[in-house]
């Protein structure tokens, strides 16, 4: 909906991606009156409809693995509840390894993984070959994988995610920029947008990249700096069957990546010499690493022509580890934000988290290790290991 926002809300959401959707779709399903959420552009239009889609619990500590796991569980069941087709396509995660310090550290997170229910484990050379015919295996010494990961389509997540709030009474408003949070007496009185005031005593802070302005509309200091990530999408592999399933595989060391695409493929590589900035359009300049790195792990995909690309942004914080909590003031500013890649994939559990945080309950994952004041005490910090 655009061109009107009420006068009062009792929950303002910023931000119509997949962890606002979440949010608003798990809020009012709850029961929670008066959802608003509020996108400055059309749903899903930030680094929501840039991501490469990818699910997985795949990760090397309890929080990120149980936040994972449980939203893919929610993706399984993506069709009921709340009902959208998202091509789920569980063709599982694989991740070459080709140092003696990163198998020792995927051994560790595999059994971490598997005593929280992940399916995961650690293959050999032959068998990741197997699995991702693609590869080139030289100087590799083992993978890790698990079946029960893979990609879907983050824009119909979010169709299915707005949709279903708007069915229990959520109210969304496109075209709306949030400009200003008024506060007083350590509470939220209102939110301001370029279509009008909307009296509300609590807003949750789900703006990605954008994030770290919200907080400073309140005094909350969250540290998100955006990254541009670019992705390629190919024509057909030769030499590779349409109908030949692949996991999503990425070379560890490189960072470089690939899954299926239609007849193609979609690929991508992280660029360390990228700096921190809004920048939205498509360069050359990391494309002769992304090359090196296709020509020593997979050098099939060179033959294949490139028929489009994009250009994202990650919303990076220090440890490269989610923001996800409740400011000590003012009071009711949550957030969820930060997440350094791995926002879409854990959206459908943030959502349940959010909604816990707001209704003062025991959220559904311990997301106490999440919260911003990581950065302004000797909390110890979380350690990532993945992609």
Not at 112 to 141: F, K
Not at 279 to 287: I, V
Request: charged share 20%; glycine share 12%.
């Amino acid at each position: 909906m655009k061109g009107a926002v009420p006068e009062r809300a009792g929950v303002v959401v910023i931000g119509g991606g997949v962890i606002g959707t979440s949010v608003a779709f798990h809020l009012a399903e709850a029961g929670v009156p008066e959802v608003l959420l509020l996108e400055r552009d059309s749903l899903a239009s930030g680094s929501t409809s840039k991501a490469a889609g990818g699910v997985r619990a795949q990760f090397s500590d309890e929080v990120n693995i149980a936040l994972g796991a449980r939203s893919l569980a929610a993706f399984a069941g993506f069709g009921t509840r709340p009902g959208q087709e998202i091509d789920l396509r569980r063709v599982g995660y694989l991740f070459l390894l080709s140092t003696d310090s990163e198998v020792a550290a995927f051994e560790q997170s595999v059994a971490m993984q598997n005593a929280l229910g992940v399916p995961s484990r650690m293959i050999g050379v032959a068998e990741a070959r197997r699995l991702s015919p693609l590869i080139d295996t030289d100087g590799l010494l083992a993978a890790a994988y698990s079946p029960d990961d893979g990609h879907c389509t983050p824009e119909s997540v979010v169709q299915g995610y707005a949709a279903g709030a708007r069915r229990h009474g959520a109210r969304i408003v496109t075209g709306c920029e949030v400009v200003g949070i008024e506060a007083a007496g350590g509470e939220i009185r209102s939110v301001e947008t370029t279509l009008g005031r909307v009296a509300a005593s609590t807003v949750v802070c789900a703006a990605g990249a954008w994030s770290a302005a919200v907080g400073s509309m309140v005094g909350v200091d969250l540290p998100v700096q955006p990254y541009r990530r670019q992705i390629l999408v190919t024509d057909r592999v030769p030499g590779v069957p349409d109908d030949h399933e692949i996991p999503m595989t990425i070379d560890f060391t490189t960072t470089f990546y690939f899954h299926r695409e239609g007849r193609g493929l979609l690929l991508g590589m992280s660029d360390p010499d990228e700096q921190p900035g809004f920048r939205l359009d498509r360069s050359d300049d990391w494309m002769p690493r992304l090359t090196e790195a296709i020509a020593h792990r997979a050098p099939a995909v060179l033959d294949a022509g490139i028929t489009g690309g994009w250009a994202g942004l990650y919303e990076v914080t220090p440890d490269h580890n989610a923001l996800i909590g409740e400011a000590g003031a003012p009071g009711r500013f949550l957030y969820a934000t930060g997440f350094s890649g791995h926002g879409f994939l854990q959206g459908p559990a943030v959502g349940e988290v959010i909604r816990d945080l707001y209704l003062g309950r025991e959220p559904v994952v311990d997301v106490t290790p999440l919260s911003v004041d990581r950065f302004g005490d000797s909390t110890p910090r979380l350690e990532i290991h993945h992609v």
